[in-house]
Each structure stands twice: as C-alpha cells, then as structure tokens.
C-alpha cells in the first residue's frame, strides 16, 4: 500500500484557482493509475478527475468537465490536479488514490469505483466568497 499526501487546498473565492499535488513517499507514481476524489459533507464520495498509468487517458466527471486538468509529472513522480473556475460546490475534501488495475479497465470505470488500494489523507478546499 503506497502512501500518498496531497497538498495545495485552501480557500479560494468563486471563479479563482487552485493546483492540488499528489505525491508517494518511497515510490513512484508512474505504474499506477492516479485518481483524485472529492466529499462533502453528508455526501457520498465521487470521482472527479483520473488518469491511467498506461496510456496517460483521462476521464473528468461532468461536473468538472472544461474546469479540471489532470496531469502526471513523471520526473517529479506527481499527480497534479488544476482547478479552475472555481465554484462554491466544489467545496470538499479532495483526496487522491492509486492503484494498479487490469488492462481491460476503463478511466471512467475507474473513476466510478472508491475501490482503490491506497488513499491519501485528503486536503480542504473551500470556496467561498
């Protein structure tokens, strides 16, 4: 199980941007699919965002579609989520996920899935004016 630690949360005003990181200590991060998650509060966790370790495609839910950018930096084994346009509900505890699925496995079956092997802690983004 690797473990992960996000960081780059915060609070942001409407429309503004943050750059959420997703690291491993001890491994890299190029072998395995990365997944970034968000809850609110009294809300089921969801996917927002996931790239695959194969072929670096992508999947963004609906709501984040046009706003989020996924990416990999190989050379720093990390997992960068960019969120622009920020919006009051995307206010949530973001997390990231890694695991290593079979080939057959889609980006958006992935992200549909909170059955990762390894979670990071999670990081706060509130916005808000």
């Known amino acids: 199980q690797l473990q992960l630690v996000e960081s780059g949360g915060g609070l942001v005003q409407p429309g503004g941007s943050l750059r959420l990181s997703c690291a491993a200590s001890?491994?890299?991060?190029?072998?395995?699919?990365i997944g970034w998650f968000r809850q609110a509060p009294g809300k089921e966790r969801e996917g927002v965002s996931c790239?695959?370790?194969?072929?670096?495609?992508?999947y963004y839910s609906d709501s984040v579609k046009g706003r989020f950018t996924i990416s990999r930096d190989k050379a720093k084994s990390t997992v960068y989520l960019q969120m622009n346009s920020l919006k009051p509900e995307d206010t949530a505890v973001y997390y990231c996920?890694?695991?290593?699925?079979?080939?057959?496995?889609?980006?958006?079956?992935?992200?549909?899935?909170?059955?990762?092997?390894?979670w990071g802690q999670g990081t706060q983004v509130t916005v808000s004016s």
């Open positions: 996920a890694a695991d290593r699925f079979r080939r057959t496995t889609t980006v958006q079956a992935m992200c549909l899935t909170t059955r990762w092997g390894s």
């Open positions: 001890l491994f890299t991060l190029d072998y395995y699919a």
């Open positions: 790239i695959s370790s194969s072929d670096g495609s992508t």
